[in-house]
Nanobody, 126 residues
Framework: QVQLVESGGGLVQAGDSLRLSCAASGRTFSSNAMGWFRQAPGKEREFVAS????????DYADSVKGRFTISRDNAKSTIYLQMSSLKPEDTAVYYCAASGRAFAIMARDQFAVDYWGKGTLVTVSS
């Protein structure tokens, strides 16, 4: 059974940093793009960042570019999202996502995601 398990969420103040982790199990994703989406209360789920299977290519939403960094450790079957200079508008449930197609690029479209984690809540207070 494939599982993506997020961790690292919590309550922080504006300007703080936080690192999210997503551990994969049940199959290997070392050849698959992975990423992060988020969903704020009352809003649609939106793309945050993605990383290619090798880690050599990354993509970021404009709203987080320069503040968030995505990385991966294939030996640990884990991806990370380092978030800095957090803003109240970053408050959301953050979901780990994975593509089911080897060596494909992860699109920014949530409907193109094949595997989802259950999410971790990040709350940024002003």
């Amino acid at each position: 059974q494939v599982q993506l398990v997020e961790s690292g969420g919590g309550l922080v103040q504006a300007g703080d940093s936080l690192r999210l982790s997503c551990a994969a199990s049940g199959r290997t994703f070392s050849s698959n793009a992975m990423g992060w989406f988020r969903q704020a209360p009352g809003k649609e789920r939106e793309f945050v960042a993605s990383i290619s299977w090798s880690g050599g290519r990354t993509d970021y939403a404009d709203s987080v570019k320069g503040r968030f960094t995505i990385s991966r450790d294939n030996a640990k079957s884990t991806i990370y999202l380092q978030m800095s200079s957090l803003k109240p508008e970053d408050t959301a449930v953050y979901y780990c996502a994975a593509s089911g197609r080897a060596f494909a690029i992860m699109a920014r479209d949530q409907f193109a995601v094949d595997y989802w984690g259950k999410g971790t809540l990040v709350t940024v207070s002003s």
